[in-house]
Antibody, heavy 114, light 109 residues
């Protein structure tokens, strides 16, 4: 059974940083292209970015609102996906989900507020 | 900026059929956009119903199907059940990036 478990969310001040993790199990993580998706309170889903597998170059792509501030990385030895978020803004407040596209985690809430 | 458009809301009768669509501001949606469809119920994480236009996840009920229809991606629900009331999102692929539609709130009434 595929499991994706996000962690690391919390309250952070504007301009601050936070690192989210997503622990994966039940599938061959090192072959998977992984994504982060977020959902602001009461709003729709927003694609944040994607990292390819190491064999496909571990290339990353980001949505325009987070490009240059967020970094996606992976540790295949730990079956874990990361999202490093810097220079956080109030509009980054959202539930952050990791997903393979086919399977989703339950999400972790990030609140950016002073 | 690429915009993906979905119907904001639709209503279907129990047992009825409804088609949700996913349109691209760049032109016709093709299989090369790798359309996905997701279902989200209040307070829950999304779950994937359809990937790569028409492929079903292991848990996708048979009454859901995906296709391309008149230049759009389409999700058809045949034989709607009360538990199908939810928000439905599509996403399309654009050179590595994905863009979500705004979602369709489906009411079964």
């Amino acid at each position: 059974e595929v499991q994706l478990v996000e962690s690391g969310g919390g309250l952070v001040k504007p301009g601050g940083s936070l690192r989210l993790s997503c622990a994966a199990s039940g599938f061959t993580f090192n072959y998977a292209w992984m994504r982060w998706v977020r959902q602001a309170p009461g709003k729709g889903l927003e694609w944040v970015g994607r990292i390819k597998s190491k064999t496909d170059g571990e290339t990353t792509d980001y949505a325009a609102p987070v490009k240059g501030r967020f970094t996606i990385s992976r540790d295949d030895s730990k079956n874990t996906l990361y999202l490093q978020m810097n220079s956080l803004k109030t509009e980054d407040t959202a539930v952050y989900y990791c997903t393979t596209g086919k399977d989703w985690g339950q999400g972790t809430l990030v609140t950016v507020s002073s | 900026q690429t915009v993906v458009t979905q119907e904001p809301s639709l209503t279907v009768s129990p047992g009825g059929t409804v088609t949700l669509t996913c349109d691209s501001s760049t032109g016709a949606v093709t299989s090369g956009h790798y359309p996905y469809w997701f279902q989200q119920k209040p307070g829950q994480a999304p779950r994937t119903l359809i990937y790569d236009t028409s492929n079903k996840h292991s848990w996708t009920p048979a009454r859901f199907s995906g296709s391309l229809l008149a230049g759009k991606a389409a999700l058809t629900l045949s034989g709607a059940q009360p538990e199908d009331e939810a928000e439905y999102y599509c996403w399309l692929s654009y050179s590595g990036a994905r863009v979500f539609g705004g979602g369709t709130k489906l009411t079964v009434l």
